[in-house]
Structures are given as C-alpha cells and as structure tokens.
C-alpha cells in the first residue's frame, strides 16, 4: 500500500489530496497482506526492485503512484476523489507493464488547495470489499 499519511506540499504541513479516512483504508489493506510504503523513504532503486517485484500495489492517486511504471504485470488499485480521477493516465500503465488497474473515484470532501483545486476525499471501504471500481483496464 503506498501512503499518503505522511504527505505535505512542499515544505508546508499542508494536507495534500489524501484520503480522510487514509488509516482505516491502510487498515483494510494491511488485513489484505499488503506492506506499507512510504516512496519519500525509498531510494529510486529501491522503488524499482520494490515496485518490479510487486504483485499487487494500492494507493491513493497521485505522483507516488508513477513509480507503478516499474511494475511487471501487477494488479493496481488507484484511489482518488472527483477532482482528480488519473484512470486515463493510470491505463497508460497498463498498457506498458502489462498490469491490471482498477481505479475508485469518490465524492470530494475539503478543498486543501485552492490554487490547485485539489480535494480530500472519503474512501468507502465497503465498495473496495465489493470490488466496485469505476474504471478498469
């Protein structure tokens, strides 16, 4: 599972596009087998060995989650809220490391950044156990 619970914009401690309930979503994960990644501790090579090896790899939706492109054929779930859906970009993905995305998209919850217009969101727990994405590749 690659966190968000320690994101900040730049040097601020401002959220950033961040689940609201990001501990019971690593929770949900954490029950499923799923290790917790923090990418700002890795080192690059660590990512690609981290990221090459995986066979499964969940998170919330944003930069972090580029690190999929090392991916070799895994099962990738990307979270977002309304204003940020990256399923077009995530498919791209897909189609070059020969993976399955899956993508949920959920209301959005507080603006966090009013010049970026990026949202929280809350994600429901209960649609991830029925497997109900939005978008699929």
């Known amino acids: 599972y ?49 990221y090459g090896s995986a066979k499964e790899i969940a998170g919330p939706t944003g930069a ?20 940020y859906p990256q399923w077009r970009e995530m498919s791209a993905i897909a189609t070059f490391t020969n993976s399955h995305v899956d993508s949920y998209v959920f209301p959005n919850g507080e603006l966090l950044d009013p010049d970026q217009g990026s949202h929280s969101f809350h994600v429901d727990i209960s649609r991830l156990e029925r497997g109900e994405a939005n978008h699929g590749t």
């Open 64 to 83: 972090n989650m580029f690190n999929c492109y090392f991916a070799q054929s895994a099962d990738i779930i990307i979270l977002s809220g309304q204003d």
């Open 2 to 50: 690659v966190s968000r619970r320690d994101a900040t914009k730049g040097n601020s401690n401002a959220p950033t596009r961040r689940p609201t309930n990001e501990d019971e979503v690593w929770e949900h994960f954490k029950g499923l087998g799923y290790k917790e990644l923090f990418n700002r501790d890795l080192s690059w090579v660590e990512k690609i060995v981290i």
